[in-house]
């Protein structure tokens, strides 16, 4: 299968591996040439943030990314903050996800809401505006913030992707996101459908250009042929639409790294 274009690859390092194998990963990855690494923030495992400062100090090159921070769980101002921080701090190599997390595992903690994708527009709208460097005085159903400014806002404004799934979420994703971050688009027809929604809030959203599709996709190190069943899940994934692929081992065997002498160079 012949892809449109190369995606830019990445690797995921899983919250099933022990926080303090991060830093090896991490340099492994950069070692490797990899462009990506991307972390989660899953309950109750990982803290997407920590683990995010502990990787960006660990390397020099490789872009670190969030996938994904769960909006019902961090005041909006607080994760500006955190973001700001960790954007000043390695300018240009830190990439920001947001998702309205998964409903079970907010009820578990009392932050379920009633309409996730009201509060997912309400809270980027925010953290984006208060990373501009924006005074942000807004009351919605949700985010209420009174004349909110950050003091270090960063000066390279970091990527925002936003997780999506569903076909609301991904209009909206194309709406506000600088990227969408997809991890259920398992084949071309998957992604190249969740491209055309993405687009279409791209479209509605009145900005120029066009958000930046990312697949997370698994891939097991243990079976045979690993070179060649990357080279086509990257092919089948890109001719769907995709501009990146981050390719994640399974829960069972998280350690990444035996899949980087197989990535395509």
């Not at 090159?61 to 903050?81: E, K, Q, S």
């Not at 240009?92 to 009633?114: I, N």
């Amino acid at each position: 299968m012949a892809a449109a274009s190369t995606p830019e690859i990445g690797i995921v390092f899983r919250p099933q591996s022990a926080p303090e194998d991060l830093r090896a990963v991490a340099r492994a990855v950069e070692d490797a040439g990899v462009p990506e690494l991307w972390l989660w923030e899953d309950c109750f495992l990982e803290g997407g943030l920590t683990t995010s400062a502990t990787a960006l100090a660990a390397t020099e090159r490789v872009h670190v990314g969030i996938g994904l921070l769960p909006v019902p769980l961090r005041n909006p101002a607080l994760a500006a903050m955190e973001v700001a921080t960790l954007a000043r701090l390695e300018p240009g190599r830190f990439v920001a996800g947001f998702g309205h997390g998964v409903l079970e595992w907010m009820g578990q903690v009392s932050a379920r809401v009633a309409s996730p994708l009201t509060l997912l527009r309400e809270y980027v709208t925010a953290v984006r505006a208060l990373l501009d460097g924006e005074t942000v005085d807004t009351v919605g159903r949700y985010v209420t913030l009174r004349d909110v400014r950050l003091g270090w806002p960063p000066a390279v404004v970091p990527e925002i992707t936003v997780g999506a799934r569903g076909p609301k979420t991904l209009r909206l994703a194309g709406e506000i996101g600088d990227s969408v971050l997809l991890d259920s688009a398992a084949d071309e027809a998957a992604v190249r459908a969740a491209r055309d929604l993405v687009d279409e809030g791209r479209a509605d959203s009145g900005r120029p250009g066009r958000t930046h599709v990312r697949v997370f996709t698994e891939i097991d190190p243990r079976a045979d042929t690993l070179e060649s069943r990357i080279a086509d899940r990257l092919a089948e994934l890109a001719a769907g639409g995709a501009d990146a692929v981050a390719i994640q081992a399974p829960a069972g065997a998280p350690d990444p790294r035996p899949l980087l002498d197989a990535l395509p160079r």
